[in-house]
């Protein structure tokens, strides 16, 4: 297995290459896996992911931080960093793992991420770790909006409806359909004062008031601006939320 080009893209080159290839070692491959390694990686993530917050946002209080930390080190965010290092390339799975397309599964790859980072602590500590995982999360950090990230998709569609004084969304179960242990619902979220409505479906009420609260969003990004004049911040909002109301939904 050569690693130089992930190493490469890691931005970093280990002494004791063994760390690695064991981060990159599912369990169903060998005794030897990357499970530890994800336990301490996940801990060196979390500190190095707060200091960076805690210095980059010096005005937004413990709250906030936790939860925009929390959006930062979840399973989704992991493995986009995954993506982009092409960690799938490198990974060791048991055949069975790779017949069933283990190697494009979130958490596998999250999983590994974190190995990574504890790999490199144990080649070389943590202030290297720690300057490895903030090079990988710069290009995120530059790009999203901290006031909206981590929220739930209800809470910024109320958020932007008070913020231009218009009244709270109503959301009206519509059906439910299925068995009593696995219903699926059907939810209307409606602003009845700029005439919107939008559904969606969920295996909850809560997952489908999510669902159908982010499809109202990407409405109003077309018709906010025209009333507001508002564009850039309703177009943050409403691409940031539909993620959120996928994964409240698969909850």
Do not use: W
């Amino acid at each position: 297995m050569n690693l130089t080009q992930l190493e490469t893209r890691l931005g970093y080159k280990f002494k004791d290459q063994r760390l690695l290839i064991q981060a990159l070692t599912h369990r169903s491959h060998s005794a030897m896996h990357n499970e530890r390694f994800e336990f301490l990686g996940d801990s060196i993530l979390n500190f190095a992911v707060a200091a960076i917050l805690f210095h980059q946002l010096p005005n937004v209080d413990e709250g906030d931080l936790s939860r925009i930390r929390a959006s930062l080190v979840k399973q989704g965010t992991l493995a986009d960093i995954a993506a982009r290092l092409d960690l799938s390339s490198f990974l060791r799975l048991g055949e069975g793992e790779l017949k069933s397309g283990g190697f494009r599964r979130p958490s596998i790859l999250a999983d590994a991420v974190e190995a990574v980072f504890g790999a490199i602590y144990l080649d070389s500590g943590s202030d290297r770790a720690h300057q490895v995982i903030e090079a990988l999360y710069r290009p995120i950090l530059e790009t999203v909006d901290f006031n909206t990230l981590g929220k739930d998709a209800k809470t910024l569609l109320q958020e932007v409806l008070q913020g231009r004084k218009f009244a709270l969304p109503a959301y009206n179960v519509i059906a439910t359909s299925g068995a009593a242990h696995d219903q699926q619902f059907e939810v209307e979220c409606l602003i009845a004062e700029l005439d919107v409505r939008a559904q969606a479906s969920g295996s909850s009420r809560r997952a489908a008031e999510q669902a159908a609260a982010a499809l109202v969003l990407a409405q109003l990004e077309q018709i906010l601006p025209k009333k507001k004049g508002a564009a850039k911040q309703v177009r943050k909002v409403a691409q940031l939320s539909l993620p959120v109301a996928v994964e409240q939904d698969r909850k």
